[in-house]
């Protein structure tokens, strides 16, 4: 069984930074692709940032690329998100994901929701104007 416990979400104003964090147990997730999504209300999950076990291959979301940067510490079976510049529009609910088992030595960026196979709980980031 995995877990991913996300933490590091708040609030804050428009153009801070927040550093978001997923701490991985049950089982080693160093091999594994990790991604972040979000979702806001009323709003189907969307794609953020995504690595590879190596921690080489990374992918962004259009909306979150020059501001984001998604890396991982697999000593500490830990992924991170570090975010700048944000805006309101930034306002979501972030959750933390591991690739399913199939794409474990996926090479490619994953995206999408359904290539993931375990999720955390959700950390809220709240961005006030």
């Known amino acids: 069984q995995v877990q991913l416990v996300e933490s590091g979400g708040g609030l804050v104003q428009a153009g801070e930074s927040l550093r978001l964090s997923c701490a991985a147990s049950?089982?080693?997730?160093?091999?594994?692709?990790m991604g972040w999504f979000r979702q806001a209300p009323g709003k189907e999950r969307e794609f953020v940032a995504t690595?590879?076990?190596?921690?080489?291959?990374?992918d962004y979301a259009d909306s979150v690329k020059g501001r984001f940067i998604i890396s991982r510490d697999n000593a500490k079976n830990t992924v991170y998100l570090q975010m700048h510049s944000l805006k309101p529009e930034d306002t979501a609910n972030y959750y933390c994901?591991?690739?399913?088992?199939?794409?474990?030595?996926?090479?490619?960026?994953?995206?999408?929701?359904?290539?993931?196979?375990?999720w955390g709980q959700g950390t809220q980031v709240t961005v006030s104007s």
């Open positions: 994901a591991a690739a399913a088992d199939y794409l474990r030595t996926a090479y490619r960026p994953l995206s999408r929701v359904s290539e993931y196979g375990w």
């Open positions: 690595i590879g076990w190596n921690g080489v291959t990374t």
């Open positions: 049950g089982r080693t997730m160093s091999t594994y692709p």
